[in-house]
Protein backbone atom coordinates (compact mmCIF):
# COMPACT_ATOMS: atom_id res chain seq x y z
CA UNK A 1 0.00 0.00 0.00
CA UNK A 2 0.97 3.59 -0.94
CA UNK A 3 -0.19 6.84 0.67
CA UNK A 4 -0.23 9.58 -1.12
CA UNK A 5 0.28 12.91 -0.14
CA UNK A 6 -1.21 15.51 -2.08
CA UNK A 7 -2.74 18.59 -0.67
CA UNK A 8 -5.87 18.91 -3.29
CA UNK A 9 -8.17 22.97 -3.80
CA UNK A 10 -9.21 22.06 -0.54
CA UNK A 11 -9.57 19.84 2.84
CA UNK A 12 -11.66 17.18 2.73
CA UNK A 13 -15.00 17.79 3.29
CA UNK A 14 -15.00 21.68 2.61
CA UNK A 15 -17.28 23.50 0.83
CA UNK A 16 -16.03 25.09 -2.39
CA UNK A 17 -18.47 28.02 -4.40
CA UNK A 18 -18.18 28.81 -7.63
CA UNK A 19 -18.60 32.08 -8.54
CA UNK A 20 -21.81 33.95 -8.88
CA UNK A 21 -22.64 35.19 -12.47
CA UNK A 22 -20.08 34.23 -14.38
CA UNK A 23 -20.93 33.45 -18.60
CA UNK A 24 -19.18 33.14 -21.02
CA UNK A 25 -19.96 33.25 -24.51
CA UNK A 26 -18.29 30.59 -26.34
CA UNK A 27 -16.75 31.67 -30.29
CA UNK A 28 -15.57 29.05 -32.70
CA UNK A 29 -12.48 28.70 -33.11
CA UNK A 30 -12.10 27.76 -36.32
CA UNK A 31 -14.20 30.17 -37.53
CA UNK A 32 -12.13 33.09 -36.02
CA UNK A 33 -9.08 31.44 -36.70
CA UNK A 34 -9.04 29.94 -39.96
CA UNK A 35 -6.24 27.28 -40.90
CA UNK A 36 -6.28 28.38 -45.41
CA UNK A 37 -6.16 32.03 -45.20
CA UNK A 38 -7.08 34.91 -43.30
CA UNK A 39 -10.67 36.65 -43.16
CA UNK A 40 -11.11 39.51 -45.02
CA UNK A 41 -13.10 42.29 -42.80
CA UNK A 42 -16.61 41.61 -44.96
CA UNK A 43 -15.92 38.03 -44.31
CA UNK A 44 -15.35 38.71 -40.42
CA UNK A 45 -18.25 40.75 -39.99
CA UNK A 46 -21.04 38.79 -40.02
CA UNK A 47 -18.99 36.69 -36.71
CA UNK A 48 -18.68 40.08 -35.18
CA UNK A 49 -22.71 40.95 -35.64
CA UNK A 50 -23.34 37.33 -34.81
CA UNK A 51 -21.28 37.24 -31.24
CA UNK A 52 -21.99 40.51 -30.10
CA UNK A 53 -25.78 40.05 -29.03
CA UNK A 54 -25.27 37.16 -26.66
CA UNK A 55 -22.42 38.51 -25.49
CA UNK A 56 -24.46 42.42 -24.29
CA UNK A 57 -26.99 39.65 -23.02
CA UNK A 58 -24.87 37.57 -20.77
CA UNK A 59 -23.76 41.19 -19.53
CA UNK A 60 -26.99 42.69 -19.11
CA UNK A 61 -29.47 39.75 -18.20
CA UNK A 62 -30.97 39.20 -14.31
CA UNK A 63 -29.17 36.80 -12.52
CA UNK A 64 -30.90 33.73 -12.56
CA UNK A 65 -31.49 31.72 -8.94
CA UNK A 66 -29.42 29.44 -9.82
CA UNK A 67 -26.85 31.94 -10.83
CA UNK A 68 -27.29 33.86 -7.84
CA UNK A 69 -27.07 31.06 -5.55
CA UNK A 70 -24.55 28.55 -6.59
CA UNK A 71 -24.62 25.30 -4.97
CA UNK A 72 -21.93 24.05 -2.84
CA UNK A 73 -19.15 21.55 -4.62
CA UNK A 74 -17.81 19.17 -2.30
CA UNK A 75 -13.89 19.37 -3.03
CA UNK A 76 -12.89 16.25 -4.79
CA UNK A 77 -11.15 13.10 -2.96
CA UNK A 78 -9.26 13.41 0.57
CA UNK A 79 -5.86 14.81 1.12
CA UNK A 80 -4.52 11.74 1.55
CA UNK A 81 -5.19 8.97 -0.59
CA UNK A 82 -4.22 5.28 -0.37
CA UNK A 83 -3.59 2.85 -3.04
CA UNK A 84 -3.09 -0.52 -2.97
CA UNK A 85 -1.43 -3.18 -5.42
CA UNK A 86 -0.14 -6.92 -5.08
CA UNK A 87 3.46 -5.51 -4.28
CA UNK A 88 4.57 -1.91 -4.26
CA UNK A 89 5.77 -1.70 -8.24
CA UNK A 90 1.59 -2.38 -8.29
CA UNK A 91 0.71 0.34 -6.39
CA UNK A 92 3.48 2.52 -7.41
CA UNK A 93 1.87 2.27 -10.99
CA UNK A 94 -1.99 3.47 -9.82
CA UNK A 95 -0.35 6.31 -8.25
CA UNK A 96 0.42 7.18 -11.76
CA UNK A 97 -2.39 6.44 -13.33
CA UNK A 98 -4.61 8.25 -10.47
CA UNK A 99 -2.03 11.10 -11.27
CA UNK A 100 -2.18 11.33 -15.04
CA UNK A 101 -5.88 10.86 -14.66
CA UNK A 102 -6.29 13.65 -12.51
CA UNK A 103 -3.82 15.89 -14.22
CA UNK A 104 -1.34 16.19 -11.82
CA UNK A 105 1.74 14.49 -13.73
CA UNK A 106 3.50 15.46 -16.79
CA UNK A 107 2.73 11.97 -18.73
CA UNK A 108 6.31 10.66 -17.63
CA UNK A 109 6.40 8.61 -13.72
CA UNK A 110 6.49 9.94 -11.08
CA UNK A 111 7.68 9.24 -7.76
CA UNK A 112 4.60 8.54 -4.99
CA UNK A 113 4.30 11.38 -2.99
CA UNK A 114 3.72 9.32 0.49
CA UNK A 115 3.41 11.61 3.54
CA UNK A 116 7.44 10.26 4.80
CA UNK A 117 8.66 11.51 1.25
CA UNK A 118 7.19 14.70 2.20
CA UNK A 119 8.06 15.11 5.26
CA UNK A 120 12.08 13.94 4.10
CA UNK A 121 11.74 16.50 1.59
CA UNK A 122 11.12 19.07 3.94
CA UNK A 123 13.56 18.93 5.80
CA UNK A 124 15.79 20.28 2.86
CA UNK A 125 14.48 24.02 4.03
CA UNK A 126 14.44 25.85 7.19
CA UNK A 127 10.82 27.91 5.58
CA UNK A 128 7.23 27.19 7.06
CA UNK A 129 5.18 24.44 4.81
CA UNK A 130 2.35 26.32 5.40
CA UNK A 131 4.31 29.39 4.05
CA UNK A 132 2.98 30.39 0.56
CA UNK A 133 5.36 32.39 -1.84
CA UNK A 134 2.51 33.61 -4.65
CA UNK A 135 -0.30 32.75 -6.45
CA UNK A 136 0.64 30.60 -9.80
CA UNK A 137 -1.51 31.41 -13.04
CA UNK A 138 -3.42 30.60 -14.63
CA UNK A 139 -5.66 29.65 -12.56
CA UNK A 140 -3.74 31.25 -9.15
CA UNK A 141 -3.18 28.63 -6.94
CA UNK A 142 -1.30 29.23 -3.71
CA UNK A 143 2.34 28.27 -4.07
CA UNK A 144 2.63 27.07 -0.58
CA UNK A 145 5.99 25.65 0.46
CA UNK A 146 4.34 22.47 0.94
CA UNK A 147 2.76 21.63 -2.29
CA UNK A 148 5.99 22.20 -4.02
CA UNK A 149 7.63 19.60 -1.59
CA UNK A 150 5.08 17.66 -2.92
CA UNK A 151 5.87 17.66 -6.92
CA UNK A 152 9.51 17.86 -5.71
CA UNK A 153 9.34 14.17 -4.53
CA UNK A 154 7.41 13.67 -7.34
CA UNK A 155 9.86 15.05 -9.85
CA UNK A 156 12.41 12.80 -8.44
CA UNK A 157 14.27 15.81 -6.34
CA UNK A 158 16.84 15.92 -3.84
CA UNK A 159 15.64 17.68 -0.26
CA UNK A 160 19.27 20.00 -0.63
CA UNK A 161 17.27 21.29 -4.05
CA UNK A 162 14.19 22.11 -2.58
CA UNK A 163 15.73 25.75 -1.69
CA UNK A 164 16.45 26.39 -5.28
CA UNK A 165 13.03 25.04 -6.78
CA UNK A 166 11.64 27.58 -4.10
CA UNK A 167 13.47 30.50 -5.16
CA UNK A 168 12.48 29.56 -8.23
CA UNK A 169 9.01 29.52 -7.72
CA UNK A 170 9.38 33.19 -6.24
CA UNK A 171 10.36 34.58 -9.66
CA UNK A 172 7.87 32.90 -11.32
CA UNK A 173 4.85 34.74 -8.89
CA UNK A 174 6.23 37.95 -9.18
CA UNK A 175 3.81 40.26 -10.28
CA UNK A 176 6.73 41.73 -12.59
CA UNK A 177 7.22 38.19 -14.09
CA UNK A 178 4.63 37.67 -17.09
CA UNK A 179 3.66 34.41 -16.10
CA UNK A 180 0.20 34.27 -17.77
CA UNK A 181 1.62 34.55 -21.25
CA UNK A 182 4.05 31.41 -20.36
CA UNK A 183 1.67 29.52 -19.42
CA UNK A 184 -0.76 29.69 -21.97
CA UNK A 185 1.38 31.53 -25.39
CA UNK A 186 0.17 29.77 -28.33
CA UNK A 187 3.65 29.31 -29.68
CA UNK A 188 4.76 27.59 -26.07
CA UNK A 189 7.33 28.49 -24.16
CA UNK A 190 9.10 27.76 -20.85
CA UNK A 191 11.41 28.79 -18.62
CA UNK A 192 15.29 28.68 -18.65
CA UNK A 193 16.07 28.48 -14.80
CA UNK A 194 19.64 29.82 -14.30
CA UNK A 195 21.39 28.92 -10.94
CA UNK A 196 24.09 31.13 -9.51
CA UNK A 197 26.87 30.89 -6.99
CA UNK A 198 29.00 28.72 -4.38
CA UNK A 199 25.49 26.35 -4.46
CA UNK A 200 25.85 25.08 -7.91
CA UNK A 201 28.79 23.31 -6.44
CA UNK A 202 27.65 21.63 -3.63
CA UNK A 203 24.38 20.27 -5.19
CA UNK A 204 26.94 19.13 -8.28
CA UNK A 205 24.61 21.29 -10.95
CA UNK A 206 26.27 21.16 -14.52
CA UNK A 207 27.40 24.19 -15.87
CA UNK A 208 29.73 22.00 -18.71
CA UNK A 209 29.54 20.10 -21.93
CA UNK A 210 25.57 18.66 -22.16
CA UNK A 211 24.36 21.44 -19.62
CA UNK A 212 21.15 21.27 -21.26
CA UNK A 213 20.91 17.78 -21.86
CA UNK A 214 21.04 14.49 -19.60
CA UNK A 215 23.22 13.01 -16.86
CA UNK A 216 22.47 15.36 -13.86
CA UNK A 217 20.26 14.63 -11.50
CA UNK A 218 20.09 18.23 -10.39
CA UNK A 219 19.43 19.71 -13.91
CA UNK A 220 16.73 17.71 -14.59
CA UNK A 221 14.89 17.09 -11.21
CA UNK A 222 15.16 21.05 -10.40
CA UNK A 223 14.22 21.56 -13.84
CA UNK A 224 11.09 19.05 -13.60
CA UNK A 225 9.51 19.86 -10.35
CA UNK A 226 9.62 23.81 -11.79
CA UNK A 227 7.50 21.84 -14.63
CA UNK A 228 5.45 20.01 -11.99
CA UNK A 229 4.40 23.24 -9.71
CA UNK A 230 3.67 25.09 -12.92
CA UNK A 231 0.97 22.11 -14.16
CA UNK A 232 -0.29 21.62 -10.83
CA UNK A 233 -0.40 25.36 -8.67
CA UNK A 234 -1.14 27.07 -12.12
CA UNK A 235 -3.70 24.11 -12.79
CA UNK A 236 -2.45 24.48 -16.51
CA UNK A 237 -2.87 22.08 -18.70
CA UNK A 238 -2.85 21.19 -23.00
CA UNK A 239 -6.41 21.83 -24.54
CA UNK A 240 -7.26 23.48 -21.59
CA UNK A 241 -5.83 26.55 -20.45
CA UNK A 242 -1.89 25.46 -22.17
CA UNK A 243 -2.61 26.48 -25.92
CA UNK A 244 0.67 25.71 -27.74
CA UNK A 245 -0.81 24.52 -30.54
CA UNK A 246 1.99 22.07 -30.98
CA UNK A 247 3.72 21.47 -28.15
CA UNK A 248 6.96 20.91 -27.59
CA UNK A 249 9.53 18.63 -26.07
CA UNK A 250 11.11 21.15 -24.12
CA UNK A 251 7.32 22.01 -22.18
CA UNK A 252 8.39 18.29 -20.11
CA UNK A 253 10.95 20.58 -18.12
CA UNK A 254 12.16 24.08 -17.43
CA UNK A 255 15.36 24.32 -18.82
CA UNK A 256 17.79 24.47 -15.43
CA UNK A 257 21.37 24.95 -15.76
CA UNK A 258 24.20 26.89 -13.48
CA UNK A 259 26.30 29.87 -14.54
CA UNK A 260 29.93 29.29 -14.91
CA UNK A 261 32.44 29.54 -12.53
CA UNK A 262 34.73 30.77 -14.59
CA UNK A 263 32.46 33.72 -16.03
CA UNK A 264 34.69 36.52 -16.89
CA UNK A 265 32.21 39.35 -16.19
CA UNK A 266 29.74 40.68 -13.63
CA UNK A 267 27.42 37.24 -12.69
CA UNK A 268 24.12 37.32 -13.19
CA UNK A 269 23.32 37.47 -9.29
CA UNK A 270 25.40 40.76 -9.11
CA UNK A 271 23.74 41.88 -12.66
CA UNK A 272 20.39 42.03 -10.98
CA UNK A 273 21.97 43.76 -7.68
CA UNK A 274 22.61 41.22 -5.27
CA UNK A 275 26.09 40.57 -3.26
CA UNK A 276 28.48 38.42 -6.00
CA UNK A 277 28.68 35.78 -3.13
CA UNK A 278 25.39 35.02 -2.91
CA UNK A 279 23.74 32.16 -4.94
CA UNK A 280 20.48 33.03 -6.73
CA UNK A 281 18.34 31.78 -9.16
CA UNK A 282 17.19 33.92 -12.06
CA UNK A 283 14.42 32.87 -14.86
CA UNK A 284 13.83 33.64 -18.15
CA UNK A 285 10.91 32.68 -20.28
CA UNK A 286 11.89 31.26 -23.59
CA UNK A 287 10.34 29.49 -26.62
CA UNK A 288 10.16 25.82 -25.53
CA UNK A 289 11.46 24.95 -29.71
CA UNK A 290 14.53 25.43 -27.77
CA UNK A 291 17.89 27.82 -28.29
CA UNK A 292 19.90 28.08 -31.75
CA UNK A 293 23.32 26.95 -31.36
CA UNK A 294 26.27 29.65 -32.50
CA UNK A 295 29.91 28.68 -32.90
CA UNK A 296 29.88 25.24 -34.19
CA UNK A 297 30.37 21.89 -32.72
CA UNK A 298 33.39 21.44 -30.76
CA UNK A 299 34.23 25.09 -31.67
CA UNK A 300 37.50 27.06 -30.16
CA UNK A 301 36.93 29.83 -32.28
CA UNK A 302 40.19 32.56 -31.39
CA UNK A 303 39.91 35.63 -32.59
CA UNK A 304 36.82 37.99 -31.32
CA UNK A 305 35.86 39.15 -34.52
CA UNK A 306 34.50 36.00 -35.39
CA UNK A 307 32.84 35.42 -32.16
CA UNK A 308 31.35 38.81 -32.70
CA UNK A 309 29.55 37.76 -36.07
CA UNK A 310 28.72 34.12 -35.04
CA UNK A 311 26.68 35.57 -32.32
CA UNK A 312 25.08 38.66 -34.39
CA UNK A 313 24.22 35.44 -36.91
CA UNK A 314 22.58 33.07 -34.10
CA UNK A 315 20.04 36.07 -33.16
CA UNK A 316 18.77 36.73 -36.80
CA UNK A 317 18.35 32.92 -36.96
CA UNK A 318 16.75 32.78 -33.55
CA UNK A 319 14.51 35.81 -33.43
CA UNK A 320 10.67 35.20 -33.93
CA UNK A 321 9.47 36.85 -36.89
CA UNK A 322 6.15 37.60 -35.44
CA UNK A 323 7.83 39.07 -32.32
CA UNK A 324 7.74 42.16 -34.18
CA UNK A 325 4.25 42.33 -33.64
CA UNK A 326 5.03 43.08 -30.20
CA UNK A 327 8.00 45.07 -30.59
CA UNK A 328 9.70 46.65 -27.34
CA UNK A 329 8.59 43.17 -25.67
CA UNK A 330 11.24 40.88 -26.99
CA UNK A 331 14.48 39.97 -25.70
CA UNK A 332 17.45 37.46 -26.10
CA UNK A 333 19.18 35.45 -23.94
CA UNK A 334 22.62 34.03 -24.86
CA UNK A 335 24.30 31.81 -22.86
CA UNK A 336 28.21 32.55 -24.24
CA UNK A 337 30.56 29.68 -23.93
CA UNK A 338 33.54 29.94 -21.70
CA UNK A 339 35.82 29.83 -24.93
CA UNK A 340 33.88 32.63 -26.73
CA UNK A 341 33.55 34.84 -23.14
CA UNK A 342 37.14 34.22 -22.64
CA UNK A 343 38.61 35.49 -26.28
CA UNK A 344 36.03 38.00 -25.97
CA UNK A 345 36.95 39.53 -22.45
CA UNK A 346 40.83 39.07 -23.69
CA UNK A 347 40.30 41.61 -26.50
CA UNK A 348 38.99 43.77 -23.46
CA UNK A 349 35.21 43.48 -24.24
CA UNK A 350 32.63 43.87 -21.39
CA UNK A 351 28.85 43.10 -21.07
CA UNK A 352 28.09 46.74 -21.71
CA UNK A 353 29.95 46.74 -24.83
CA UNK A 354 28.54 43.40 -26.01
CA UNK A 355 25.50 44.52 -26.10
CA UNK A 356 26.04 47.37 -27.87
CA UNK A 357 27.47 45.57 -30.38
CA UNK A 358 25.01 43.28 -31.17
CA UNK A 359 22.02 45.86 -31.23
CA UNK A 360 23.83 47.94 -33.55
CA UNK A 361 25.00 45.12 -35.75
CA UNK A 362 22.14 42.43 -35.50
CA UNK A 363 19.89 43.76 -37.40
CA UNK A 364 17.33 42.69 -40.36
CA UNK A 365 15.76 44.67 -43.26
CA UNK A 366 12.66 46.11 -42.53
CA UNK A 367 11.37 44.60 -45.71
CA UNK A 368 11.81 41.31 -44.12
CA UNK A 369 9.19 41.95 -41.43
CA UNK A 370 5.90 40.39 -42.54
CA UNK A 371 3.64 43.71 -44.01
CA UNK A 372 1.02 43.40 -40.91
CA UNK A 373 3.88 43.57 -38.88
CA UNK A 374 5.47 46.44 -40.92
CA UNK A 375 1.73 48.44 -40.61
CA UNK A 376 1.59 47.86 -36.57
CA UNK A 377 5.07 49.33 -36.45
CA UNK A 378 4.32 52.31 -38.27
CA UNK A 379 1.44 52.83 -35.82
CA UNK A 380 3.36 52.31 -32.43
CA UNK A 381 5.77 54.59 -33.76
CA UNK A 382 3.71 57.33 -34.43
CA UNK A 383 1.97 56.96 -30.84
CA UNK A 384 5.23 57.44 -29.77
CA UNK A 385 5.12 53.95 -27.50
CA UNK A 386 8.17 52.72 -29.98
CA UNK A 387 11.07 55.42 -30.19
CA UNK A 388 11.89 55.88 -33.82
CA UNK A 389 14.68 53.89 -34.36
CA UNK A 390 14.78 53.83 -38.27
CA UNK A 391 12.70 55.77 -41.33
CA UNK A 392 9.71 53.69 -41.36
CA UNK A 393 9.18 54.75 -45.17
CA UNK A 394 11.96 53.25 -46.01
CA UNK A 395 11.48 49.22 -46.85
CA UNK A 396 15.24 48.52 -46.90
CA UNK A 397 16.29 50.21 -43.48
CA UNK A 398 18.11 48.17 -41.25
CA UNK A 399 15.88 47.39 -38.20
CA UNK A 400 17.48 46.24 -34.54
CA UNK A 401 15.84 42.93 -32.92
CA UNK A 402 15.24 44.43 -29.97
CA UNK A 403 14.43 48.40 -28.73
CA UNK A 404 17.38 48.83 -26.48
CA UNK A 405 20.47 47.71 -25.79
CA UNK A 406 19.84 46.08 -22.36
CA UNK A 407 17.26 43.97 -23.48
CA UNK A 408 19.98 41.23 -24.51
CA UNK A 409 21.07 39.08 -21.35
CA UNK A 410 23.93 37.59 -21.36
CA UNK A 411 25.61 34.41 -18.84
CA UNK A 412 27.96 32.17 -19.11
CA UNK A 413 28.07 28.33 -19.25
CA UNK A 414 28.83 25.18 -21.60
CA UNK A 415 32.18 23.49 -22.37
CA UNK A 416 35.38 24.70 -23.36
CA UNK A 417 36.03 24.20 -26.28
CA UNK A 418 32.45 24.33 -27.54
CA UNK A 419 29.87 26.87 -28.90
CA UNK A 420 27.04 29.19 -27.80
CA UNK A 421 23.30 29.52 -27.49
CA UNK A 422 20.68 32.23 -27.96
CA UNK A 423 17.38 31.88 -27.19
CA UNK A 424 14.79 34.76 -28.67
CA UNK A 425 11.57 35.59 -26.21
CA UNK A 426 8.79 38.15 -25.43
CA UNK A 427 7.16 40.03 -23.14
CA UNK A 428 8.19 40.61 -18.77
CA UNK A 429 9.47 37.15 -18.77
CA UNK A 430 13.07 37.67 -16.83
CA UNK A 431 14.18 38.13 -13.00
CA UNK A 432 16.38 37.29 -10.02
CA UNK A 433 15.88 36.10 -6.66
CA UNK A 434 18.53 35.38 -3.78
CA UNK A 435 18.32 31.38 -2.59
CA UNK A 436 17.71 31.67 1.31
CA UNK A 437 16.33 29.26 3.66
CA UNK A 438 18.69 26.04 2.74
CA UNK A 439 19.30 23.80 5.64
CA UNK A 440 21.63 20.91 3.66
CA UNK A 441 24.19 22.95 1.91
CA UNK A 442 26.36 26.03 3.48
CA UNK A 443 25.04 28.41 0.55
CA UNK A 444 21.66 29.29 0.59
CA UNK A 445 21.21 29.88 4.05
Not at 140 to 155: D, L, P, Q, S, Y
Not at 191 to 210: A, F, H, K, R
Request: proline share 7%; aromatic share 6%; charged share 20%.
Amino acid sequence: MITSHFADAAKAGAEVYEMPSLRTVALAETEWRPRSSAKTAEEMTPLVVGTTDPIIKALTSPLTPEEERPLPVKAEGERTIRLSGKDYVDAAEAVNQLFIGRRWSDGLPVVPPTEEAVKRMLSGTSRSPQEVIGQIAPAGGKAAVEKMAINTVMAGGKPEYLPVILTAMEVLADKNFDLVHLQNSLGGMTPVVVVSGPITQELNMNYDIGLFGFGWRANATIGRSIRLNLINLGHSWPGINRMAMTGSPGEFTSWCIAEHPANPWTSLTAEFGHPPTDSSVTVFGVMAKGPVMVGGAGSNVSDAESTLESLATGMKLAYEPYHFASYGLSYFLIVLGPTDAATLAKAGWTKDKLRSWLYANAQVPFSTIMVKDRLKLRDLIASGRVPKLWDVKDEKALVPLVIKPEDIWITVAGSAPGGSVVFNAIRAQRGAKVIRGATLTQAGR
